[in-house]
């Protein structure tokens, strides 16, 4: 077959390969509920996407979650399950309202001018004009979902899913109406989410003021930061223990420029050491202050309408924009005496996440769930084990944010989304709550029906995705199988928002866990550890990397990088590595590939059942390392360390594989006949199993390279050594078996330890060479000494002389040498001693000192170990790991012994 191509060009294969895989199903699950060979016993692997918002472009969180559920996916796939990835999208209703109402203003319009339902019509029309860019950007990373079961959280069969839930938790009274304290968005008019809520620090000002008292000539010194609100005020709280102001608990305060009388109340909120020790208490505009009027029972006035504007309880200041309120009530408390002094102060400034103004804590009429039933089912689950949490320090975070959980407001001021199944009647007044859009009044048949107007929250539809996707409320097949789905992997930084609801609208709505599994990865940081934003100028744009350093260079970057729950710093020096990383297992394939090709048809293959009873040491060697490899990756994966699992298959391809075992595999080759055969036919299996390592990690350059093994695999000579195997040689690399660890034999342990040993000789010359600068290319002779070593050292004498830079022919091996030889540079490698002829670029005294450096370095080690040796150590750890220390002190004073005598023959 022609060669490949000297280097991977991944512009011509990324889009390529993707769409054969599409084309030929893979991304199915292999064992489908809907077809007639369905296989109960099967096991399923399911994951339920994590919905992009349908505004959404691809960003690095979307890059990092997207390679971990297709890394899982494909794991499993290759392991034999039945695996469905799920994909979708979330329809985003502040996000996507935003983007339609900039079209409109564009044109001149508001919202309300064209009405809800053309804004409705013009929204869907948006949808689906720009809605399909991040499902094509997640293709981009190689995400092996199952497109034709897509869903979107408007859907019919997801908005069927929401109005089931929502009037099952009506009818249990877990939904119900009412004031409570909201964030509120001035700008967007709805409330938003706390997870829609973002704080910076900023600065600002602390405003010291007297709260008089009545009929007094005393006051109460109080500080904040937000004066306007002084226009809401129904108390002035005090610590119960303040001696200070004891005498005040009770009386009563006059509001600023207001003169309403309020009450001075005590309780052990108040900070005594802010401020001047006293607190003003707004219920209707802070959450603590509103906690605080729950316990003494004290009104709560709002004093701003859905604009942030001073409404009519603000007296002279109604119809005033917030800010220019605070400079106005300010200014006239200093005209009246009231203003003590202002200080600087850092404020922590809660922001909008779409529009960025200041979110406004206010009372405001909305829907709530009734949440602690369903927090304490989901505490349970978890507690239970039902649930795991990866990593396990989160499991006590997600324990104290159900704890002490609040309802949760559902409802929002906006026209896209899930609108409120809740009709109220124009006759009775009575509301109807209904699954279907009712016709008549349920309680007096009238007609004259109105639907609130509002819509849930985007979370309320997304806490039911990993079963309203399957099916639900319906008993489909898919949700009968796939249901309970296996893992959810998710940024933790929406561990309570998204995850926790999850968990409880699933064991709320169908009686089980949604998944048994949640893998929590960390947020991704500049190379300083700084979060990426546009003000920093440090944000790394994927679709960029991608165009130029390739797919797999990021997808493994981000994955090696990665370790579960903690936060990554990246660069796109890292990827550039990693782009070199793929390189390099091109190169080996196409060495491979060649070797393979260069086998004649009438070269003497070995009999398949004896072909290993004939390999080298390196071919041991490298058996066993590929062996040791499976094993590690196998446990590292089932214990969710994926980045060091694929840090280990990095280390073994570059450094064992391609560094150490192509090298003596060129020399084995080069023999021709049976050698060049059986080393060939070990190079395609070492090289076939790394790529089925690498794959859920580099998807692309591994199944092209793959497909190209396999042809010329199968057309060569060792197609009948392959025979046997050729059910673990499917069409595709994607569905070809997983590697299965096996235990460990005998032999492997002396084979890793003799290579090893050969490979520290080899390093300890290089190292020499490369000291006094000798040519690479020059030939030097060399004696090598050893008793218990000496026999393998003679049988590997051709790789070791070519891997050192030896002459074979001047290269002698000894048992035992009588005399040290004159002239030489003395090494010492464990139990060999290396002599080199390099007298005319060494003195004496320079090989004395490096001697005794040596020497130091392994008497220190001696030092350190007889001391753990004679401590307690020997007697309480166990005897192998006592025994382990004893074997390295004996080596180290072998050593030491050797280089003493070295010292003794200068």
Same mark, same amino acid.
């Given at each position: 077959?022609?060669?490949?191509?000297?280097?991977?060009?991944?512009?011509?294969?990324?889009?390529?390969?993707?769409?054969?895989?599409?084309?030929?199903?893979?991304?199915?699950?292999?064992?489908?509920?809907?077809?007639?060979?369905?296989?109960?016993?099967?096991?399923?692997?399911?994951?339920?996407?994590?919905?992009?918002?349908?505004?959404?472009?691809?960003?690095?969180?979307?890059?990092?979650?997207?390679?971990?559920?297709?890394?899982?996916?494909?794991?499993?796939?290759?392991?034999?399950?039945?695996?469905?990835?799920?994909?979708? %999208?979330?329809?985003?209703?502040?996000?996507?309202?935003?983007?339609?109402?900039?079209?409109?203003?564009?044109?001149?319009?508001?919202?309300?001018?064209?009405?809800?339902?053309?804004?409705?019509?013009?929204?869907?029309?948006?949808?689906?004009?720009?809605?399909?860019?991040?499902?094509?950007?997640?293709?981009?990373? /190689?995400? %092996?979902?199952?497109?034709?079961?897509?869903?979107?959280?408007?859907?019919?069969?997801?908005?069927?899913?929401?109005?089931?839930?929502?009037?099952?938790?009506?009818?249990?009274?877990?939904?119900?109406?009412?004031?409570?304290?909201?964030?509120?968005?001035?700008?967007?008019?709805?409330?938003?989410?706390?997870?829609?809520?973002?704080?910076?620090?900023?600065?600002?000002?602390?405003?010291?003021?007297?709260?008089?008292?009545?009929?007094?000539?005393?006051?109460?010194?109080?500080?904040?930061?937000?004066?306007?609100?002084?226009?809401?005020?129904?108390?002035?709280?005090?610590?119960?223990?303040?001696?200070?102001?004891?005498?005040?608990?009770?009386?009563?305060?006059?509001?600023?420029?207001?003169?309403?009388?309020?009450?001075?109340?005590?309780?052990?909120?108040?900070?005594?050491?802010?401020? @001047?020790?006293?607190?003003?208490?707004?219920?209707?505009?802070?959450?603590?202050?509103?906690?605080?009027?729950?316990?003494?029972?004290?009104?709560?006035?709002?004093?701003?309408?859905?604009?942030?504007?001073?409404?009519?309880?603000?007296?002279?200041?109604?119809?005033?924009?917030?800010?220019?309120? #605070?400079?106005?009530?300010?200014?006239?408390?200093?005209?009246?005496?009231?203003?003590?002094?202002?200080?600087?102060?850092?404020?922590?400034?809660?922001?909008?996440?779409? /529009?960025?103004?200041?979110?406004?804590?206010?009372?405001?009429?909305?829907?709530?769930?009734?949440?602690?039933?369903?927090?304490?089912?989901?505490?349970?689950?978890? #507690?239970?084990?039902?649930?795991?949490?990866?990593?396990?320090?989160?499991?006590?975070?997600?324990?104290?944010?159900?704890?002490?959980?609040?309802?949760?407001?559902?409802?929002?001021?906006?026209?896209?989304?899930?609108?409120?199944?809740?009709? *109220?009647?124009?006759?009775?007044?009575?509301?109807?709550?209904?699954?279907?859009?009712?016709?008549?009044?349920?309680?007096?048949?009238?007609?004259?029906?109105?639907?609130?107007?509002?819509?849930?929250?985007?979370?309320?539809?997304?806490?039911?995705?990993?079963?309203?996707?399957?099916?639900?409320?319906?008993?489909?097949?898919?949700?009968?199988?796939?249901?309970?789905?296996?893992?959810?992997?998710?940024?933790? +930084?929406?561990?309570?928002?998204?995850?926790?609801?999850?968990?409880?609208?699933?064991?709320?709505?169908? @009686?089980?866990?949604?998944?048994?599994?949640?893998?929590?990865?960390?947020?991704?940081?500049?190379?300083?550890?700084?979060?990426?934003?546009?003000?920093?100028?440090?944000?790394?744009?994927?679709?960029?990397?991608?165009?130029?350093?390739?797919?797999?260079?990021?997808?493994?970057?981000?994955?090696?990088? %990665?370790?579960?729950?903690? +936060?990554?710093?990246?660069?796109?020096?890292?990827?550039?590595?990693?782009?070199?990383?793929?390189?390099?297992?091109?190169?080996?394939?196409?060495?491979?590939?060649?070797?393979?090709?260069?086998?004649?048809?009438? +070269?003497?293959?070995?009999?398949?059942?004896?072909?290993?009873?004939?390999?080298?040491?390196?071919?041991?060697?490298?058996?066993?390392?590929?062996?040791?490899?499976?094993?590690?990756?196998?446990?590292?994966?089932? %214990?969710?360390?994926?980045?060091?699992?694929?840090?280990?298959?990095?280390?073994?391809?570059?450094?064992?594989?391609?560094?150490?075992?192509?090298?003596?595999?060129?020399?084995?080759?080069?023999?021709?006949?049976?050698?060049?055969?059986?080393?060939?036919?070990?190079?395609?299996?070492?090289?076939?199993?790394?790529?089925?390592?690498?794959?859920?990690?580099?998807?692309?350059?591994?199944?092209?390279?793959?497909?190209?093994?396999?042809?010329?695999?199968?057309?060569?000579?060792?197609?009948?050594?392959?025979?046997?195997?050729?059910?673990?040689?499917?069409?595709?690399?994607?569905?070809?078996?997983?590697?299965?660890?096996?235990?460990? *034999?005998?032999?492997?342990?002396?084979?890793?330890?003799?290579?090893?040993?050969?490979?520290?000789?080899?390093?300890?010359?290089?190292?020499?060479?490369?000291?006094?600068?000798?040519?690479?290319?020059?030939?030097?002779?060399?004696?090598?000494?050893?008793?218990?070593?000496?026999?393998?050292?003679?049988?590997?004498?051709?790789?070791?002389?070519?891997?050192? @830079?030896?002459?074979?022919?001047?290269?002698?091996?000894?048992?035992?040498?009588?005399?040290?030889?004159?002239?030489?540079?003395?090494?010492?490698?464990?139990?060999?001693?290396?002599?080199?002829?390099?007298?005319?670029?060494?003195?004496?005294?320079?090989?004395?000192?490096?001697?005794?450096?040596?020497?130091? +370095?392994?008497?220190?080690?001696?030092?350190?170990?007889?001391?753990?040796?004679?401590?307690?150590?020997?007697?309480?750890?166990?005897?192998?790991?006592?025994?382990?220390?004893?074997?390295?002190?004996?080596?180290?004073?072998?050593?030491?012994?050797?280089?003493?005598?070295?010292?003794?023959?200068?």
């Amino acid at each position: 077959m022609p060669p490949l191509p000297k280097t991977y060009d991944f512009h011509a294969t990324e889009q390529r390969i993707y769409a054969w895989w599409e084309e030929n199903g893979y991304f199915k699950p292999h064992n489908d509920p809907n077809r007639p060979d369905f296989d109960p016993a099967v096991p399923p692997f399911v994951i339920s996407i994590p919905p992009p918002n349908v505004t959404g472009e691809l960003h690095l969180g979307h890059a990092m979650f997207v390679s971990m559920e297709d890394l899982m996916i494909r794991y499993h796939r290759m392991k034999g399950y039945s695996t469905l990835w799920v994909p979708g %999208s979330d329809h985003a209703g502040i996000a996507t309202q935003l983007q339609v109402e900039k079209a409109l203003a564009r044109e001149g319009l508001r919202r309300e001018q064209i009405g809800r339902e053309e804004f409705q019509h013009r929204t869907w029309a948006w949808k689906e004009k720009y809605g399909g860019i991040i499902t094509q950007q997640i293709r981009r990373l /190689g995400a %092996s979902c199952d497109w034709e079961r897509e869903r979107f959280t408007l859907d019919a069969g997801l908005s069927r899913a929401v109005r089931e839930a929502f009037v099952r938790l009506y009818e249990k009274g877990l939904i119900y109406r009412g004031p409570r304290l909201i964030n509120w968005s001035p700008g967007l008019r709805t409330a938003v989410s706390d997870l829609e809520v973002e704080y910076s620090e900023e600065p600002g000002k602390l405003y010291y003021f007297k709260y008089m008292l009545a009929d007094s000539d005393e006051y109460l010194p109080v500080a904040t930061t937000r004066p306007e609100t002084i226009l809401g005020d129904t108390a002035v709280a005090v610590h119960p223990e303040d001696p200070r102001y004891q005498r005040f608990i009770g009386r009563q305060a006059v509001v600023p420029v207001l003169n309403r009388l309020i009450p001075v109340i005590a309780d052990d909120y108040v900070d005594r050491e802010f401020g @001047g020790g006293a607190l003003k208490v707004t219920p209707g505009h802070d959450p603590n202050d509103y906690a605080i009027s729950q316990r003494h029972n004290l009104p709560i006035i709002s004093i701003l309408d859905e604009a942030a504007c001073v409404n009519a309880n603000g007296g002279p200041y109604a119809g005033l924009d917030r800010f220019d309120a #605070r400079q106005r009530l300010w200014e006239d408390m200093r005209q009246a005496g009231l203003v003590l002094r202002e200080e600087p102060y850092t404020l922590t400034v809660p922001r909008t996440q779409r /529009g960025g103004e200041i979110v406004e804590p206010m009372l405001s009429t909305q829907w709530f769930v009734r949440i602690q039933p369903l927090a304490q089912a989901a505490l349970q689950a978890v #507690r239970d084990g039902q649930i795991r949490i990866v990593p396990e320090r989160f499991t006590k975070v997600y324990y104290n944010w159900l704890e002490n959980i609040e309802d949760w407001c559902i409802s929002r001021q906006l026209w896209w989304g899930h609108r409120i199944p809740v009709w *109220y009647c124009q006759d009775c007044g009575q509301q109807t709550v209904a699954r279907q859009d009712p016709s008549a009044c349920a309680h007096c048949g009238s007609a004259r029906l109105e639907q609130d107007p509002d819509v849930l929250d985007t979370w309320f539809s997304s806490g039911l995705w990993p079963f309203s996707t399957l099916g639900w409320p319906e008993q489909t097949p898919d949700l009968g199988y796939f249901y309970p789905t296996s893992y959810m992997e998710t940024g933790y +930084d929406i561990l309570f928002f998204w995850v926790a609801r999850m968990i409880m609208s699933g064991l709320e709505f169908t @009686g089980q866990p949604p998944f048994h599994t949640v893998y929590l990865h960390g947020l991704i940081r500049d190379e300083h550890g700084r979060k990426m934003s546009k003000t920093y100028g440090n944000v790394i744009d994927p679709l960029e990397v991608m165009n130029d350093l390739g797919t797999d260079a990021l997808r493994f970057t981000l994955l090696v990088g %990665s370790t579960p729950g903690n +936060d990554m710093n990246l660069s796109v020096k890292k990827v550039e590595a990693n782009r070199n990383f793929a390189n390099k297992i091109w190169n080996a394939g196409r060495f491979v590939i060649a070797a393979i090709d260069s086998l004649r048809p009438g +070269d003497p293959g070995p009999d398949p059942q004896i072909a290993d009873q004939e390999w080298t040491l390196a071919d041991s060697w490298i058996w066993a390392r590929l062996q040791m490899l499976i094993r590690d990756v196998e446990r590292l994966f089932q %214990s969710f360390q994926y980045g060091e699992a694929g840090r280990q298959i990095y280390e073994f391809f570059w450094g064992d594989f391609a560094d150490w075992y192509v090298e003596i595999a060129k020399l084995q080759l080069a023999e021709g006949g049976r050698r060049a055969y059986i080393t060939a036919y070990g190079l395609t299996r070492v090289l076939d199993a790394s790529l089925r390592l690498l794959h859920p990690f580099t998807p692309f350059i591994t199944e092209e390279l793959w497909g190209h093994l396999k042809t010329a695999a199968f057309a060569s000579p060792l197609a009948a050594l392959l025979a046997a195997m050729q059910k673990q040689w499917p069409a595709a690399l994607i569905v070809a078996p997983w590697p299965e660890p096996r235990p460990e *034999y005998a032999w492997e342990a002396s084979t890793l330890a003799d290579f090893s040993l050969l490979q520290e000789v080899v390093r300890a010359i290089r190292n020499l060479r490369a000291e006094k600068n000798v040519k690479p290319g020059k030939r030097i002779p060399a004696a090598l000494v050893s008793a218990s070593a000496a026999q393998m050292l003679r049988q590997q004498s051709a790789p070791l002389a070519a891997l050192a @830079g030896l002459d074979l022919a001047a290269l002698e091996i000894h048992a035992a040498l009588p005399a040290k030889p004159e002239g030489h540079i003395a090494l010492v490698v464990g139990p060999v001693e290396v002599y080199l002829p390099l007298a005319g670029l060494v003195d004496a005294g320079e090989q004395r000192a490096r001697l005794e450096r040596d020497l130091s +370095d392994l008497q220190a080690q001696i030092t350190r170990l007889e001391a753990l040796l004679a401590s307690s150590f020997a007697e309480k750890a166990p005897p192998a790991v006592v025994q382990k220390e004893r074997d390295k002190l004996a080596a180290y004073q072998d050593s030491a012994a050797k280089i003493k005598g070295q010292l003794e023959g200068l």
